[in-house]
């Protein structure tokens, strides 16, 4: 193992102190803000595209935002080992702004994909960054406090993140969507400069594991094909999505620390099971409020309630985690898979016409609990099994097998939709969604069971 635990009890107020405030705000603000735009750009879209004439292109700017975010993940765990967290700290809200500016001011659609390839870019940079400026800033002990605040600094936004851009969208236009946030994202930005200040001169290990930026791009065009596959369902589109998959595959065996893919005890499981847990819950996020709407007669606002619920339910659970700095992080990623796997259930029954509906805002207060205990405890296991030399490259890998993970689920819930079942009846499919989401999640469960109670 990298590194020990840090047994000694954390100071009172952890986040507050002085050692750690300026860092705290800084995140917290620049977390926030990306998560506003990730909540909001999803409202806005509909009314942009149609704007811009860029109907047949409508799920393009959400495909360049993921092919960026794939390869800046990557690149900022090769900037992270070599060099720290800072260039990638500074550059990454900075690039975000850029995209925020080109995307706000659009007048077509081109300059629009460019805007959110940038945004995505700047998300990807500073993902690892943040991870890796934590791992610097806060012990073993202290890090399930910030990693709880991180939970909650997306709960405001996936609250009222969607309907804050709708009014604006209708009052003042969707490109205030983009532009209002870039004011408070400098703010963020001058903070960080400040923080990035304070770091220790890094000091690159030699040794260790590199990704590969073209191997990235790779991967993050199989993804795009899968995902572009499963939402144009054609003969066409099962040739380059299987293509894709291939390239995916090939790719990850190279961007993924070794064992990965079979699992193996420690770091790879870790890895894996973010994969395994992103995977799951997102195809259920994915097609809830489809299921809620065409099966129940959910009106469109009340549709997405329930993910409303999911939030709530993965802060407060991820705050519970974050006060109970003694536990055991492998046993809370295991409790995190079995909560899961239960919500999962609870979504596949509501899947069904002859089940209620209201049980679906139970099923995401038990299955955003388990993400919210499940979450923190890999960021914790990944940093304390990383050695310090290889942070960079094992954090990117963790973001690139979650990203993985949900493209895989969502657009495999695309493809039966289109086999098994249709967006008017969707039951049959969500119902062998269902089988495979709880089938990954018992993997889960079956695989952290190899831990010890204690690392």
Known sequence: MASTIDSAPPRRSVLWSADHRLTTIALLLVVTLVAFESMGV??????????????????????????????????????????????????????????????????????????RA????????????????????????????????????????????????GIVTVSVGWRWVFLGLVPFLAVGVLMLVVVVRRLPAHEPATGGRRASVPQAIIAALGVAALTWAAQH???????????????????????????TLTSRPGLPTVVASRALIAGAYAGMEAYLPLTMSAVHGYSPALAGLPLTITALGWSAASA????????????????????????????????????PGWVAFVACAVGGAGMGIAMPAISVLLLRYSPEGERGFNTSAVQLADWVGCALLIGLGGVLLGVVGSVLDPSPAMALLT???????????????????KV
């Open 435 to 453: 089988v495979a989401s709880v089938a990954l999640a018992m993997t889960g469960v079956r695989l952290t069971g190899r831990w010890p109670s």
């Open 233 to 259: 369902q054609s003969l066409v589109a099962l040739g380059y999505g299987t293509v894709g998959l291939v390239a995916l595959v090939y790719a990850l065996r190279t961007l993924l620390p070794a064992g």
């Open 42 to 115: 999803a409202t806005a879209m509909p009314t942009l595209v149609a704007d811009l004439h860029g109907q047949s292109l409508y799920s393009w700017p959400f495909t360049f935002f993921l092919i960026s975010s794939v390869v800046a993940t990557v690149l900022s765990g090769r900037i992270g080992d070599r060099r720290g967290p800072a260039p990638a700290l500074l550059a990454g809200p900075a690039l975000f702004a850029a995209g925020l500016v080109v995307a706000g001011t659009a007048s077509g659609m081109p300059m629009l994909l460019l805007g």
């Open 320 to 355: 519970v985690q974050g006060r109970y700095l003694e536990w055991s992080r492998e046993a809370s990623l295991r409790t995190g898979f079995w909560l899961v796997a239960t919500g999962l259930v609870g979504f596949g029954l509501v899947s069904q016409p002859w089940f």
């Open 118 to 165: 940038l945004q995505g870019f700047g998300s990807g940079l500073l993902l690892v960054s943040v991870s890796l400026l934590i791992a610097l800033t806060f012990t073993d002990h202290e890090r399930p406090v910030i990693y709880a605040a991180n939970a909650a600094a997306w709960v405001l936004p996936a609250v009222i993140g969607p309907s804050v851009a």
